[in-house]
């Protein structure tokens, strides 16, 4: 071959091979350009995938001989932004009101919020926060917000919300500044003689608290009487009342809020002057306790008698009498218990005079249980006399025969004298030393006091104070039927004990 031809063919072959480069490039140009179209149709996520293809595209349109040089960069396909969602129009809360109010607890109401999914509940303690905390959801336009604290500040603010997209979108909030009520007081009497002293129990949320009485001259409705401006006055003594006028008295704690005031509610007690604290003198013998007071300014309906193994334990209540002692029942010897009589009296109108019980104070007192009487053992069968109380009981075998008032020794003159003795004999008729006829004479000390019926008594001289002044010379004497049925039941050597 000449050198001429040989040229010749080498210049057509480079000819043929940048032709077919320029062939390659135009099909990997096209697929570029397939690409671009798609993403801009897709989102981000997907553009990624569309990448992977067009490489591969442009692998297949290599020629055999790979060129260590591509004659271009791939395309990357740009990111497309995601849609931002319309955020949705929510109304606002018109009309928020408060409906209930309690010493925990704050309920609402508003207006509905036409396409709400629900509403969203804020709340601040404004006495100890700053900052509201988000309380809870609701689904209706009403609520009710528990477990707050007592005689509180609160702030509560309500938004409605529309749900989208899994996103809460709240409205315009309104926001009411309320308190829970303070806790009612618990009042107690502590004097109802010539004034009436009233005490209570500190409420530290309270301002202060509100007295309000209702009486006669009231016409049966409580007006103020006093307000107290610190919570830490807890008792007020009213002066300006009338022994035997009842007095009703009603007290609010308070909290008082910028120009607002929140009342607990009322804590009433019933009252009376002149139903003092009986004043009491109590003994022990024969394993009861004696009690013997002295009758209140005011004439209660009775006296209730209660008592206690413990002075500031649980009291039970004994009996109640219109005399004024009280002689329990048989009790624990050797064990301490401890005393409370307290007057009491109705009031009301003529058509229900028991519409009201009034009640007195008390004082308490404690007394060890005595087995015997002045240190004598006296059994089950015996006879006990109260000076003081001047009453008389017979037991004979543990079980009561009689019981009866008496009338005992002129008070400083004659006393029948105090002691445990025995019944010296039974005589029926008698005639006393005094030249006295009686029915039945029991005789129990050597110097001529004894038990015996008197027959120039009227039946209302028995029992109360008519020994002072106008008691016998010492004899213990007795109604007529007690008596006879003391004699009959009785035998010589029987325990007399008299105190």
């Given amino acids: ?37 798609s993403t801009e149709n897709t989102v981000s996520s997907d553009v990624a995938d569309m990448d992977t293809e067009s490489t591969k595209a442009t692998e297949t349109a290599k020629p055999s001989q790979p060129s260590t040089k591509p004659t271009s960069k791939p395309s990357v396909a740009p990111t497309v932004p995601p849609t931002q969602p319309i955020k949705p129009s929510v109304g606002a809360i018109k009309n928020l009101t408060r409906t209930k109010s309690t010493t925990n607890s704050l309920s609402f109401k508003w207006n509905k ?23 809870t959801y609701v689904k209706s336009n009403a609520c009710t917000v528990k477990k707050l604290k007592t005689g509180t500040w609160y702030d509560v603010k309500i938004a409605a919300y529309v749900k989208q997209g899994g996103v809460k979108y709240e409205g315009k909030s309104q926001t009411y500044r309320t308190a829970t009520l ?27 608290y509100k007295i309000y009485r209702m009486s006669r001259n009231t016409n049966g409705k409580y007006v103020l009487y006093k307000t107290i401006t610190s919570n830490s006055t807890t008792s007020y003594r009213d ?40 004043s009491i003198s109590i003994g022990s013998k024969l394993s009861r306790a004696n009690l013997t007071w002295k009758k209140t300014p005011v004439t209660p309906t009775a006296y209730e008698i209660f008592y206690s193994t413990s002075k500031n334990g649980k009291y039970k209540k004994l009996g109640e009498t219109k005399n004024a002692f009280y002689n329990t029942k048989k009790l624990t010897a ?69 019981e009866t008032d008496v009338v005992t020794g002129n008070y400083g003159t004659n006393d029948t004298p105090k002691g445990a003795y025995s ?11 005094q030249n006295s006829h009686v029915t039945f004479w029991l005789p129990f ?54 105190y």
């Fill in 113 to 135: 919020v036409k396409g709400a999914t629900g509403y969203v509940i804020y709340y601040r303690n404004n006495d100890a926060h700053k900052n509201f905390s988000r309380l």
């Fill in 334 to 402: 050797g064990k301490t218990y401890y005393f409370r009589v307290r007057a009491y009296r109705y009031v009301g109108s003529s058509s229900n005079p028991k519409k009201y019980k009034i009640l007195g104070t008390y004082q308490t007192k404690g007394v060890k249980i005595s087995k015997n009487a002045y240190g004598v053992s006296v059994g089950g069968t015996y006879v006990e006399i109260s000076i003081n109380q001047q009453h008389m009981w017979y037991y004979k075998n543990g079980k009561l025969v009689v």
């Fill in 445 to 498: 000390t050597s110097d001529g006091c004894g038990i015996h019926d008197a027959s120039w008594r009227s039946s209302w001289e028995y029992g109360g104070t008519r020994y002072k002044g106008h008691g016998s010379h010492g004899c213990v004497n007795t109604p007529y039927n007690a008596v006879k049925k003391i004699y009959n039941n009785i035998s010589s050597g029987t325990r007399v004990v008299v």
């Fill in 423 to 433: 019944i010296i004999y039974k005589a029926s008729p008698a005639t006393l030393m």
């Fill in 1 to 37: 071959m000449t050198f001429k031809f040989k040229h010749a063919l080498a210049v057509m072959l480079a000819a043929i091979t940048v032709a077919c480069s320029i062939v390659g490039t135009i099909a990997v140009s096209a697929a570029e350009t397939g690409t671009r179209y």
């Fill in 239 to 278: 002066t300006g009342v009338k022994q035997g006028k009842a007095y009703y008295y009603q007290i609010k704690a308070y909290r008082a809020i910028k120009k607002n005031t929140y009342y607990s509610s009322p804590s009433t007690i019933r009252c009376m002057a002149g139903l003092s604290a009986p």
């Fill in 182 to 208: 303070p806790n009612s007081v618990s009042v107690s009497l502590k004097e109802s003689g010539s004034a009436i002293k009233l005490s209570w129990n500190k409420i530290p949320q309270a301002t202060g």
